[in-house]
């Protein structure tokens, strides 16, 4: 057993990886369990629920022109209807949630068979089909409920947004099932968008408030080898931000007041200045995490440093200042997202399901560069905790605002009138096995652990590789090295920052893990024969995690931290109210895995102490301090938290 430090580097010559295919890789163990319940159960509650809200009354042409179904100047965040003064209504998102809902059915296709669903999404794609204008154009809301006013607001009515799950959708469906007519007819509506934006003079120079077609863009250049998909990428993100501003020039075409913006700074949908002068994570965080994810991308397609620097900045300034132990971000509803530095309230804390799913997003586009575990290590992060709490066990409740702290009062709901948060979940988990593992010309990186088969092409020779592990809740990672004849590649395998020892052993030979440390990787670069074997031992020793300095809710409070885990407090385990405990310095915790309890979890357990009220009778305040006696705590991973009785819940607990 060896203990190391890895390096960090930055602007290196690097490999560019790409992730293997949502075929290539089968999962077991722990994410099979989530994959399960998104195929069984989530996926179907979709393509209900989008039936029972309507949205297929709108998309589908042969239909009847249905009313408007949701009032104007609204927006859903916090679970509440609340007035935005703006012009935008959550229907206007319709085909987002929609093309959402086909790409987390389509990925569960891939390891779930489902005929029915399959015949859903077809119809859908009919649909969309039908819908399509004669000029390519495809966009339900402005083809059906408000004809004529296409292409005038991009800075708040989605439009643009919703092509891009429209394209990401039509790629899954794709490569799920080797169906192209979706993506075909997505093409020719990029081909009509790329018509009407980009840097020439007959066009105009948009890009959309939200950001989303930066990445989708990507996608499909990668599905299609097209590479005028990828320079329409590369201009919006060039174009965001520059002056003249276009939200003030197409406001003023609206005849609107182009300082009248409901949102107040164009911060919020990260237009403030263009991309490479940005150095802050600021405004809506789900924006920003797409921003960055498709700034990353074309990092990794055009090496292009000057957005290498300006997502090296922003990172930072993500992980070191404004970044949620559980990897959820954004922590105000007001403008779902960013604050001030250090801003960081447990009981209030928005972290919308889908900021935490952008970061997931966002980091595995940062392994693009190259396998670096500072990324690999958020990306595990906010998979595990922030993005991972968005659903319940079974995968048929949903949360949309991930707090760190409850007093009883929040809980998962079976649905939302603005449903971003569930398919984005549904989606992620259902191809999760596409981020386990980045596939360079002679490398392969193994980012996330996890029971499973990977079947990787590198450059044409066939390379299986077999995860036994049970991983989150064990260390040992056995990988089984499968190959037609001896083959000649380099097997990065990540060392998380957060396990302060390993141990590595090929074919039973140990191996010094520092000598072979990259930017927290092991590289092994040898002949690979078939059955070769690698073993790999993470310690995953309880942590006790304190915050810095400047949060302030966190001050003299600690977090628990089990290999990739957050862990946390639940009313139901707990006897006392969670937030009169406290724990010793010293206190031992014990780690047990639980079989039959929360779907087979570890849970933590310690002796604390906990204050009592008893003796305060009348009293709000008197001269002595509360007495305590001793409690025990049993603590539960922060992902599994709300799925039994309704009661309180606390991440940073009290150390004294
Ligand atoms: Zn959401």
Not at 35 to 58: H, N, S
Not at 243 to 270: D, K, M, S, V, W
Request: net charge negative.
């Amino acid at each position: 057993m060896k203990n190391f430090k890895s390096s960090p580097s930055r602007l290196e010559t690097r490999s560019r990886f790409r992730s293997p295919n949502i075929q290539q890789v089968s999962m077991g163990g722990f994410w099979a369990d989530r994959i399960a319940a998104v195929a069984e159960k989530t996926v179907p509650i979709l393509q209900l629920r989008c039936d029972e809200a309507g949205m297929f009354d709108q998309i589908d042409p042969a239909r009847p022109i249905p009313e408007q179904r949701i009032p104007f100047s609204t927006a859903f965040g916090g679970g509440k209807v609340r007035p935005v003064g703006g012009n935008v209504t959550a229907q206007m998102y319709w085909d987002s949630d929609v093309a959402k809902m086909v790409e987390a059915a389509a990925f569960s296709l891939a390891s779930h068979r489902n005929d029915t669903i399959e015949a859903v999404i077809d119809r859908i794609v009919d649909m969309y089909e039908a819908l399509q204008q004669e000029d390519g154009y495809l966009n339900s809301w402005y083809i059906r409920m408000q004809p004529g006013k296409r292409w005038t607001n991009l800075r708040d009515c989605h439009e643009l947004y919703c092509a891009g799950h429209l394209i990401e959708a039509a790629v899954a469906y794709y490569q799920a099932t080797g169906k192209r007519k979706f993506m075909d007819v997505m093409g020719r509506y990029v081909d009509h968008i790329a018509s009407m934006f980009g840097p020439e003079p007959d066009k105009r120079r948009g890009y959309c408030g939200h950001e989303e077609i930066e990445l989708a863009l990507v996608k499909l250049a990668r599905a299609t080898g097209e590479q005028r998909y990828l320079e329409l990428a590369k201009y919006f993100i060039d174009e965001r931000g520059r002056e003249p501003h276009y939200f003030l020039i197409e406001a003023e075409e609206r005849a609107e007041e182009p300082g009248r913006f409901a949102h107040g700074t164009f911060e919020y949908n990260q237009s403030h200045i263009p991309v490479r002068e940005q150095t802050k994570v600021v405004g809506h965080a789900v924006r920003a995490m797409y921003l960055y994810s498709a700034m990353a991308d074309l990092v990794t397609e055009y090496g292009d440093e000057t957005l290498r620097c300006a997502l090296d900045a922003l990172w930072d300034d993500l992980v070191t200042k404004r970044l949620y132990v559980t990897g959820g971000l954004g922590p105000s509803a007001d403008n779902e997202g960013f604050t001030s530095d250090y801003d960081l309230p447990n009981e209030t804390a928005y972290a919308e399901t889908c900021a935490a799913v952008g970061l997931v997003f966002w980091a595995s586009r940062m392994l693009g560069f190259g396998a670096d575990t500072r990324y690999a290590d958020i990306m595990e992060q906010a998979l595990y905790n922030g993005a991972l709490a968005g659903v319940s066990l079974d995968g048929m409740r949903f949360f949309y605002e991930n707090p760190l702290q409850s007093r009883g009062n929040h809980h998962r709901w079976p649905w939302h009138r603005c449903p971003c948060c569930p398919p984005n979940i549904a989606r992620l988990i259902a191809s999760i096995g596409t981020y386990a593992y980045g596939v360079g010309e002679s490398e392969i990186a193994v980012h996330l652990y996890g029971e499973n088969q990977a079947r990787i092409d590198l450059g044409g020779r066939a390379v299986h590789l077999s995860q036994n592990t049970r991983y989150p809740w064990d260390g040992s990672i056995a990988i089984t090295i499968d190959v037609e004849e001896p083959t000649g590649f380099a097997l990065l395998l990540r060392i998380p920052a957060w396990c302060a020892t390993a141990t590595l052993k090929v074919n039973d030979e140990i191996v010094d893990l520092a000598a072979t440390l990259q930017r927290g990787y092991a590289r092994l670069d040898r002949t690979w024969r078939p059955g070769d074997r690698v073993m790999i031992v993470l310690d995953l020793t309880i942590q006790r995690l304190y915050a810095h300095p400047n949060v302030r809710q966190d001050r003299n409070r600690v977090a628990l931290r089990r290999g990739p885990l957050i862990y946390c407090l639940e009313g139901t385990d707990n006897s006392v109210p969670l937030d009169r405990i406290s724990l010793a310095p010293d206190a031992a915790f014990e780690a047990r895995f639980e079989e039959n309890f929360l779907g087979g979890v570890v849970t933590l357990q310690a002796p604390a102490t906990a204050e009592t009220s008893d003796d305060w009778l009348q009293t709000l305040y008197r001269p002595e301090p509360p007495r305590t006696s001793p409690a025990s705590i049993t603590a539960v991973p922060y992902y599994a938290w709300d799925n039994r009785e309704p009661g309180e819940m606390l991440v940073w607990l009290r150390e004294t």
